[in-house]
Nanobody
Framework: QVQLAESGGGSVQAGGSLKLACTSL?????????VAWFRKAPGKEREAVAT??????????NYADSVKGRFTVAQDNAKNTVYLQMDSLKPEDTASYYC?????????????????????WGQGTQVTVSS
C-alpha cells in the first residue's frame, strides 16, 4: 500500500510563494508512473492542478490552466519526494492540497488531470492566501 505524506502548507499573502512536498513513505511497495496534485476549497469541486510523469523517461508535466505559469511540479528521486512550487499565489488558490499517485497503464508520458485514475492519496495540507 502506497503511503503519501504532504507538507509545506501554510499562510501567505497574495503574490507570495509556498513549496509543497509529497513524500512516499513506502517507496518500494507499489509501482507508480503518475503523481498528481489536487486541491479542494470549501464549497468547490476537487480540482487537479498539476501532474508529473515518473515512469521511464520521467519528467512530463501537465498543469491546469488556472495555475499554468505560476506552479511547477518536480521530483527528487533521492528523497522519494515530488514538490509543488507555487509562486504568485492568489486568494483563489486557498484550499487543501493533496497529492495522489498510481500506475496508470494507458499513460505513455502525460498523466491525467483527473482524480478517477488515482487510488493512493495523502491526507492533505492547507494553503491559505490572504489578500
Amino acid at each position: 500500500q502506497v503511503q503519501l505524506a504532504e507538507s509545506g502548507g501554510g499562510s501567505v499573502q497574495a503574490g507570495g510563494s509556498l513549496k509543497l512536498a509529497c513524500t512516499s513513505l513506502k517507496p518500494d511497495t507499489v509501482s507508480t508512473n503518475c503523481v498528481a496534485w489536487f486541491r479542494k476549497a470549501p464549497g468547490k469541486e476537487r480540482e487537479a492542478v498539476a501532474t508529473l510523469y515518473v515512469g521511464v523517461a520521467a519528467g512530463t508535466t501537465n498543469y491546469a490552466d488556472s495555475v499554468k505559469g505560476r506552479f511547477t511540479v518536480a521530483q527528487d528521486n533521492a528523497k522519494n519526494t515530488v514538490y509543488l512550487q507555487m509562486d504568485s499565489l492568489k486568494p483563489e488558490d486557498t484550499a487543501s492540497y493533496y497529492c495522489a499517485t498510481d500506475f496508470i497503464d494507458w499513460v505513455i508520458a502525460k498523466c491525467p488531470l483527473a482524480s478517477t485514475p488515482y487510488k493512493h492519496w495523502g491526507q492533505g495540507t492547507q494553503v491559505t492566501v490572504s489578500s
